[in-house]
């Protein structure tokens, strides 16, 4: 009986579960919802204001072009503020519990979420963009010859892709070393469960 109870205690403590620094995880969590709430608030704020500024800086009723133009750049911005909206999370506090197995497959999504936002969601919205500014360039570069129109809308397409490319490496690169890590804690406090 005795040596029964000792292979049990020895199993036990074999298994005993990693302790997770839940300090170390809120604050992880807080200081990605702090920056995104940031990103919300500016975006929030300038994307109505671009908008604006598009419509009364280019004559969107007297050319279909500039309409056409104006209405994809608008498309894509709202598209990005609905996603980066779609995406948040409030921040979490130590009196919330981290037993409930939904609530952290939920903060996983969010997390993997926001990571798709920007390696996916940012790329349609670049294509959105540089159709619609190319869109525009139509009616603009009309009055120059073929080379230097196509020159124009290549030179502004290319130079906005490798912008957003850069971009979007960046971030991705900042999220391995920011959200990566609270997933996998997420991950492995999920698989105790």
Do not use: C
Not at 86 to 115: C, D, G, H, W, Y
């Amino acid at each position: 009986m005795n040596d029964d109870l000792n292979k049990w205690k020895g199993l036990y403590q074999k298994n005993e579960a990693k302790e997770i620094d839940t300090n170390a995880l809120l604050s992880g969590f807080n200081r990605v919802e702090k920056k995104h709430r940031i990103e919300r608030i500016i975006l929030t704020i300038f994307i109505p204001i671009t908008i604006m500024v598009l419509i009364i800086v280019m004559p969107v009723i007297s050319n279909s072009y500039y309409l056409v133009s104006v209405m994809l750049m608008s498309t894509a911005m709202l598209f990005i503020l609905r996603m980066i909206y779609r995406n948040k999370f409030s921040t979490i506090e130590l009196t919330q519990k981290f037993n409930n197995k939904k609530f952290i497959e939920n903060k996983i999504l969010k997390l993997k979420n926001r990571i798709l936002l920007t390696s996916r969601d940012m790329w349609i919205y670049a294509i959105l963009l540089i159709l619609g500014i190319n869109i525009g360039y139509i009616e603009a570069l009309h009055y120059f010859s073929w080379p230097i129109r196509l020159l124009g809308h290549v030179g502004v397409s290319g130079l906005m892709i490798v912008g957003f490319y850069f971009g979007i490496k960046n971030k991705l690169k900042e999220y391995d070393l920011e959200i990566v890590p609270l997933i996998k804690q997420l991950e492995s406090l999920k698989n105790e469960y």
